[in-house]
């Protein structure tokens, strides 16, 4: 499937607090060298004051800006989260409210971490069936207030932030190939329950666990033959036209090395910057995609793999050809 559109703004924002592996060494039995050893991670930004829908908001600001948009030029919001401030309305509704944006779709995608891929799949396919012109997705997460800060296997690999992109439909076809899949996860390995019905008359207990909860072993297998299907993938779909770099799902240095060394791409074709956010889930791409166009290292006409796995279990890819 092809689809005429192409992304012409990006934005980010993520938490003013740092917190870095020293801070955590202070509150757990941990170390900044295990914790870089085995994921890559150095610091990671955390929730204080901000909300996610604050973050969500000033990403679409930046990206709006930078592709030099305005709020009623858009015809269609994305929004993708799966740690929302509110059950409903939709991120993408609080997203059209902050922007002050009249008249648009508004609706959210949820996949996980791979959110972000599937929702950019999502509102192009969703541009051409509405026949709308200018499209906003925003992927916002808030993971930290799902972490079980005993939990020191799972809570030093996450952090919160926000991305967005804008998308115009385009004559040349600059979004393609969106690859989509998913397992079930028939052993439980990653999931957040939500709390369950407690009325009156309900059998639930109160106290139901709702953080996040992670087989990290089995998640890291999942991962690696994840991406390395979707790379492969995009590029046969690709044909003759080959991939100059790869923006991956930020997760783990370990996982984006072990893709490099079972696809033939060298690692300095991956941009990495989970050193500095941990895993934002569904934001950790779009805030990629900001710094790697701001830093240069993403250059108008390169053919990019997105690609990311998560919880489902779910997984893919999509290209992008850098347009700006
Ligand atoms: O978007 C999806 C996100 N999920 C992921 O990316 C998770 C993928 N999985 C992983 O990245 C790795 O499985 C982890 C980084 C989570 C864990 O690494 P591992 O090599 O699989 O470690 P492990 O669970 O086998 O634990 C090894 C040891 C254990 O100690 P013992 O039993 O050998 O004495 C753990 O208790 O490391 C210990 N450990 C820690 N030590 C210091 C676990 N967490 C920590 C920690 N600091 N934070």
């Given at each position: 499937m092809s689809i005429s559109a192409k992304i012409v703004g990006v934005g980010a924002c993520v938490p003013q607090k740092m917190v870095d592996n020293h801070m955590l060494e202070a509150i757990m039995d941990t170390s900044d060298e295990w914790i870089v050893k085995r994921t890559g991670i150095r610091e990671r930004r955390l929730v204080t004051e901000e909300t996610n829908t604050e973050m969500a908001i000033s990403a679409?600001?930046?990206?709006m800006d930078h592709a030099d948009?305005?709020?009623?030029?858009?015809?269609?919001?994305?929004?993708?989260?799966?740690?929302?401030?509110?059950?409903?309305?939709?991120?993408?509704?609080?997203?059209?409210k902050g922007i002050g944006c009249g008249m648009a779709a508004a609706m959210d995608v949820a996949a996980g971490c791979t959110g972000f891929i599937y929702a950019l799949a999502t509102i192009t396919s969703m541009m051409d069936t509405l026949g709308?012109?200018?499209?906003?997705?925003?992927?916002?997460?808030?993971?930290s207030c799902r972490?079980?800060?005993?939990?020191?296997?799972?809570?030093?690999?996450?952090?919160?932030?926000?991305?967005?992109?804008?998308?115009?439909?385009?004559?040349?076809?600059?979004?393609?190939?969106?690859?989509?899949?998913?397992?079930?996860?028939t052993d439980d390995v990653l999931f957040i329950k939500n709390?369950?019905?407690?009325?009156?008359?309900?059998?639930?207990?109160?106290?139901?666990?709702?953080?996040?909860?992670?087989?990290?072993?089995?998640?890291?297998?999942?991962?690696?033959?994840?991406?390395?299907?979707?790379?492969?993938?995009?590029?046969?779909?690709?044909?003759?036209t080959k991939i100059d770099k790869i923006v991956p799902h930020q997760a783990n240095n370990r996982i984006i090395q072990f893709a490099a060394n079972s696809t033939h791409f060298?690692?300095?074709?991956?941009?990495?910057?989970?050193?500095?956010?941990?895993?934002?889930?569904?934001?950790?791409?779009?805030?990629?995609?900001?710094e790697a166009h701001d830093s240069g290292w993403l250059k108008k006409g390169d053919e990019v793999a997105l690609v990311g796995f998560g919880a489902g279990l779910t997984y893919g890819g999509i290209v992008v050809k850098w347009a700006i």
């Open positions: 679409a600001k930046q990206a948009v305005s709020p009623d030029d858009i015809g269609i919001i994305v929004g993708c989260t799966i740690t929302s401030d509110f059950a409903t309305p939709s991120l993408a509704s609080l997203v059209q709308v012109d200018t499209g906003l997705l925003v992927a916002a997460e808030n993971l972490m079980n800060w005993e939990d020191r296997a799972t809570c030093i690999l996450f952090g919160d932030g926000a991305g967005a992109v804008v998308v115009k439909r385009s004559e040349e076809n600059h979004i393609k190939h969106p690859f989509l899949r998913a397992i079930p996860d709390k369950r019905n407690d009325n009156p008359w309900s059998a639930a207990q109160a106290n139901d666990d709702i953080s996040l909860t992670m087989k990290g072993q089995d998640v890291f297998v999942f991962a690696v033959d994840a991406m390395e299907k979707s790379i492969k993938h995009l590029e046969a779909a690709m044909g003759d060298d690692k300095d074709q991956f941009y990495v910057n989970v050193d500095k956010y941990a895993n934002t889930s569904s934001a950790t791409i779009p805030i990629a995609l900001k």
